[in-house]
């Protein structure tokens, strides 16, 4: 790959863009997969003042503030070795998203190297899934396994993403948006994956990827889709 690409994967809880980022990292072994979740849970591991703050707004379903957020990506977040990397979770308010954005100029990344991929999904499918999922959540003690919790976190979401779609498309950045609540969000993928020059794995490696980030008791019918973790 000649230029530095970067995905920025943009979506509600629960639309599935954890898992589909740890599928691509496991299907294409030359990219860079940056979760959000995880970066503020090894800071969480190193700053117990910031742990406290951190579980005060897991708890209420509100995001993390926006200068914690900037400092955590600024120390984390390392675009200048490797040709394609991947965005879970980063961006996730108008002033966040400036901030991932400048950052990555800053790092050689320009506005035509970076591509969104829209995970649009209603609330009522997000707390539909949250529901179906919700004992496996339970049982790891998640923070945010509370049925308010999460709808909180989708009100949150869904306030700022018209923003920072608007903001991302008076950049000329592209955004490619797909419906990740229906069945055929693996061809979606696959469409953007081909569109933009990657080579993509067999369907049987596909699948094989898929369960293995599955939980158990998830029904073996929903390997064909991007679902959420």
């Known amino acids: 790959m000649n230029e530095k690409i970067v995905w920025i994967f943009l979506g509600i809880p629960m639309c599935g863009k954890g898992l589909t980022g740890l599928i691509l990292k496991d299907l294409y072994t030359d990219i860079t997969l940056w979760v959000m979740r995880t970066l503020i849970g090894c800071e969480k591991k190193r700053n117990a003042e910031f742990a406290t703050l951190a579980d005060t707004h897991?708890?209420?379903?509100t995001l993390i503030p926006n200068s914690e957020v900037d400092r955590i990506l600024e120390q984390s977040i390392d675009f200048r070795h490797g040709d394609l990397h991947v965005i879970d979770g980063g961006g996730r308010n108008h002033h966040q998203m400036r901030f991932l954005l400048r950052l990555l100029r800053?790092?050689?990344?320009?506005?035509?190297c970076i591509r969104v991929i829209h995970f649009k999904m209603t609330k009522a499918d997000s707390m539909d899934r949250f529901h179906k999922k919700r004992d496996a959540a339970d049982r790891q003690n998640r923070k945010d396994a509370d049925p308010e919790v999460h709808e909180s976190r989708i009100d949150s979401h869904?306030?700022?993403?018209?923003?920072?779609?608007?903001y991302l498309q008076n950049k000329g950045i592209s955004i490619c948006e797909i419906d990740a609540a229906s069945d055929d969000v693996h061809a979606k993928i696959s469409r953007i994956?081909?569109?933009a020059g990657l080579k993509h794995s067999d369907t049987g490696m596909l699948q094989e990827v898929i369960?293995?980030?599955?939980p158990e008791d998830v029904e073996a019918s929903?390997?064909?889709k991007f679902v959420a973790a």
Not at 106 to 112: A, F, M, S, Y
Not at 158 to 166: C, F, G, N, W
């Open 106 to 112: 800053l790092q050689g990344v320009t506005d035509k």
């Open 193 to 195: 994956l081909d569109n």
């Open 58 to 61: 897991e708890r209420a379903g």
């Open 158 to 166: 869904l306030k700022e993403e018209p923003r920072i779609l608007a």
């Open 211 to 214: 369960r293995q980030h599955l």
């Open 222 to 224: 929903t390997s064909c």
